[in-house]
């Protein structure tokens, strides 16, 4: 899946993109830890928002892959989320054969 086929109120399977930003972590008024970014891929760029387990997992510059999260609209803007059932990995580095 592309960034350019994100869709609100959708599945997202299988994103693949890179995390261009990361902010500080924060906490809801519930005590849940969340931390936002920016991903990118050739199709575009989008906002993501981290939960619990996840924070602080990653680095900018990582190459990650999102299954079974969603997408949403919130001020017109497009973001995703691995939401409280997605998973997110970092995607290896296939080494250059030579």
């Given at each position: 899946m592309k960034i350019s086929e994100l869709e609100p109120n959708s599945k997202v399977y299988n994103l693949v993109a890179t995390i261009d930003s990361l902010e500080e972590p924060t906490q809801t008024p519930n005590g849940v830890n969340i931390q936002e970014g920016?991903?990118?891929d050739d199709t575009g760029q989008v906002k993501f928002t981290l939960w619990d387990e996840w924070v602080n997992k990653f680095v900018v510059g990582d190459k990650v892959s999102m299954s079974?999260?969603?997408?949403?609209?919130?001020?017109e803007i497009i973001q995703v989320s691995t939401g409280k059932f997605g998973k997110i990995r970092k995607v290896p580095e296939t080494p250059i054969q030579e």
């Open positions: 920016i991903l990118s079974t999260g969603w997408c949403k609209s919130f001020e």
